[in-house]
């Protein structure tokens, strides 16, 4: 499934850039291959223009903000938020400005980031209660350009059956390759899947997990939100809530940032973020390793079924499942080149 190529999934937000670089913008983003610039306007919200100016198509994202308009580096047009042209300075001051316009994106602030939708979103951006819950701290663990698919990343988020192998230098337990069974609820943002996992505990996680053990376990609520976001909700024994929002944002075919946002119950001096950030990016990177060796435009398994021979991949085959059946919804087919 290459993203560029299925349009509904243009309906859908997806985090760029933290707010704070918009902020000190413009800034480029290219986001499911449609390249674009975000600034903040004069009211303090993002805004999403196509990267092009229409006089003679210099990237906007090389000129410069002025009072919360955008200005062209090459001859000074300028332009709103809404991608309007409202000035263009070798024009007397009483001629009239010619009604031109770049094309806009709907853009919003949330979580720290600019969220951006290409088309009318079909759904909102999804709640995170702990955002502003004085309990947790938020972390931005990761934004990292992977040359991996969307779905991939989807699917490994749910696939417990990879910890035993591609994880075994830190978490995984290789003499326990069959994980325990998913339950899954689903829902109408797509599905929760609740399951333990049972870990190893080298000395590096302690202050992760809240605990010395050798071994432990995660209690965890996995969920998913169509079509590339994933909530993973963990308690550790300890109390310890390790909660990671992951977003494979679509840059392009075979292209995401990964966008991670992390939130805690326990303070700096309990485990500094810097530990926290160092861990996860231990597992998160062995990840990368074998997520780059896949191939980005596999289709959705639907025929091949491997699945159905590993019982622990039921959030797989929902997942895909759900993916065919808003594109159908939406009047499109599942585009595939390489299957
Ligand atoms: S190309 Fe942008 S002002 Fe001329
Ligand atoms: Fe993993």
């Known amino acids: ?29 290219r986001l499911m291959g449609e390249d674009l610039v975000l600034f903040m306007t004069a009211e303090d919200r993002p805004a999403a223009l196509e990267d092009r100016c229409c006089h003679r198509t210099a990237k906007l994202s090389k000129g410069w903000c002025d009072a919360g308009l955008i200005v062209c580096g090459y001859h000074g047009w ?6 309007v042209l409202v000035r263009i300075p070798q024009f007397d001051p009483d001629r009239a400005i010619p009604k031109h316009q770049v094309r806009s994106f709907h853009a919003q602030a949330r979580y720290g980031y600019v969220w951006v939708a290409l088309e009318e979103p079909l759904a909102p951006i999804f709640d995170i209660p ?49 994980p325990r069974v998913y339950s899954i609820e689903e829902t109408d943002y797509g599905f929760k899947a609740t399951t333990v996992v049972d870990i190893l505990n080298p000395p590096a996680a302690h202050a992760v997990t809240g605990t010395s053990d050798p071994t432990t ?10 079509p590339f976001a994933r909530r993973m909700d ?3 024994p300890s109390g310890i809530r390790h909660i990671i929002i992951n977003v494979a944002t679509p840059v392009a075919d075979g292209e995401i940032k990964l966008v991670q946002l992390l939130y805690r119950n326990d303070t700096e001096a309990d485990c500094p973020t810097e530990k926290l950030i160092a861990w996860d990016a231990t597992i998160v990177h062995e990840d990368k390793e074998v997520l780059e060796s896949t191939s980005p435009d596999a289709i959705l398994d639907v025929q091949r079924r491997i699945e159905a021979h590993m019982p622990s991949d039921r959030p797989g085959l929902i997942m895909r499942k759900r993916l065919l059946d808003l594109l159908h919804a939406h009047g499109e087919q599942e585009v595939t080149y390489q299957y």
């Open 1 to 29: 499934m290459l993203t560029t190529k299925q349009k509904t999934l243009r309906h859908f937000w997806y985090p760029t850039l933290r707010v704070d670089e918009v902020a000190a913008g413009p800034r480029p983003f």
């Open 234 to 236: 963990m308690t550790y």
């Open 78 to 83: 300028t332009y709103d938020g809404d991608g």
């Open 217 to 226: 376990t995660r209690s965890m609520v996995n969920h998913w939100y169509l």
């Open 130 to 178: 702990e955002d502003s819950d004085p309990g947790f701290r938020r972390i931005f663990q990761f934004y990292e350009t992977w040359q991996t698919a969307p779905l991939r990343l989807m699917e490994n988020s749910f696939d417990n059956a990879h910890f035993a192998f591609v994880h075994q230098a830190t978490f995984g337990d290789a003499k326990q390759p069959k």
